[in-house]
């Protein structure tokens, strides 16, 4: 059994190069054998620690998140909308690491909508997001950035309105970067949140 | 060779067993093997219309483009935002045919994200549909019914924004149907069309 240490350094080793494989050939391209050539290993070596494919797309997810929660996220000290803004910029594919972040994600939809237990965590991860996004249209509506509208009901709308909007943004500017440069994107969002204020 | 009648069966035998592979397991779950278990025909014959893995996802896309336009679509005499609203809603996943539809198409975006050839293809639908949109938008704003607004950019822009809205409406939905039924997505839908008008 080996060292703490070596067994670190070999899960990192293991996580960078599933991540390549993401990064290039999406979730359709996450084989085995693409990821042992990737960190130059035999694929034997890998089964050792991924016994079936739905134990290296999860494996593979949980690079994701990591990835995901671990990234540079703007910081602000107004709440409410300015909030709401940077919390949506932070999604958007304004740079080439974003889109990376978003080629994978996007990427993982079609085999999370096939497996139960992968749609089941999918859907669980966007339930939180959408419930961090809601603090900041509820402080929005608080102090009234946003009408104050017929309860929460609305502010659910606003919220989920928000997240469909910055993801089809996301799918969209990824099919077609020139048609979306960052200086797009920002300008759509800012339409966006600015049609919604009284 | 069959005749041209048996050649004609053939295909749509073909492709509604695709399109069952798509609806329940996605392009990761779609080979030949599935395919022709689909069809009670041996993987053989297929090899015979596929030589290789991107020629059976270049047919499953057809297929989609062919369900996707031969779709029940909603006729609306209203032009501007009436029209909008109608195309719209014929994207979302209001029944379980365009669920289905949807889980398809959403399912294409690894593959199709991971091949220039794909990506491109994916990339003119989008561009087409937008242009389509596009139409409705221009009418509204003629009409009065959207803010005449600085030119031919904002009415690109508020095209380009329901198309997102749109989109990653319907990503969410298929993850989280119970959150997010037929009703509320129409809601959505209102408020947003709503949130753009004067």
């Known amino acids: 059994m080996p060292a703490r240490g070596d067994h670190d350094a070999r899960r990192r080793d293991v996580s960078a190069a599933v991540w390549r494989v993401l990064a290039d050939r ?9 990821v042992a050539a990737e960190m130059g290993a035999s694929t034997g070596l890998l089964t050792h620690y991924f016994p079936n494919k739905k134990a290296l797309v999860s494996y593979a997810l949980d690079v994701a998140d990591e990835r995901t929660s671990g990234r540079a996220v703007r910081t602000t000290h107004e709440p409410g909308l300015a909030a ?3 919390a949506l910029l932070d999604v958007l594919p304004l740079t080439p690491e ?6 994978v994600w996007v990427g993982s939809w079609d085999g999370s ?10 859907m669980r991860r966007y339930r939180g997001w959408r419930a961090r996004l809601r603090v900041h ?9 946003l009408p104050a509208t017929s309860g929460a009901d609305d502010v659910d709308d606003v919220t989920a309105a928000a997240a469909a909007f910055a993801h ?18 920002v300008r759509m969002l800012d339409a966006w949140l600015a049609a919604l204020a009284p």
């Open 26 to 34: 999406g979730f359709g391209g996450l084989t085995l054998r693409a």
């Open 137 to 145: 249209v509820a402080a929005a509506v608080e102090r009234g950035e």
């Open 113 to 122: 909508l096939a497996d139960p237990e992968l749609r089941e965590r999918e």
């Open 84 to 86: 709401l803004r940077a």
């Open 168 to 185: 089809g943004l996301v799918v969209h500017a990824l099919f077609d970067p020139d048609r979306y440069p960052p200086e797009r994107q």
């Open 98 to 103: 974003a889109a990376v972040m978003n080629r």
